[in-house]
């Protein structure tokens, strides 16, 4: 069975920091292109940023641009999404994902782009 299972999410005060982790397993999620997405409630799922599968290309939104970084461990199978100066518009449940496009370096940023997805963990930021 293929899954994405993201961890790390919590509560923390603006200005604070969390990483997100997600673990990918029943394939080898190593030679594919990986990302995360979040979801504010009442808002629409919204890309957040992507990373090729040598880790050597990122991308971001341009509202986490500067404070969000996202890298990954393909001898681990997983990828981290670093999260620093965090504000209380950054509150949202948080997906990892991943395309099933072997060695691509493509920017991904559609949520129909994505093949495979996790479950999802909260990320609450207080002000």
Known sequence: QVQLVESGGGLVQAGGSLRLSCAGSGRTFSWLPMGWFRQAPGK????????????GNRYYADS???RFT???DNAKNTVYLQMNS?????????YCVSKNQYYS???????????????GTQVTVSS
Do not use: C, H, M, N
């Open 44 to 55: 629409e799922r919204a890309f957040v940023a992507a990373i090729s599968w040598t880790g």
């Open 70 to 72: 996202i890298s990954r």
């Open 86 to 94: 965090l504000k209380p518009e950054d509150t949202a449940v948080y």
């Open 105 to 119: 370096s493509t920017y991904y940023r559609d949520e129909s782009d994505y093949d495979y997805w996790g479950q």
């Open 64 to 66: 986490v641009k500067g």
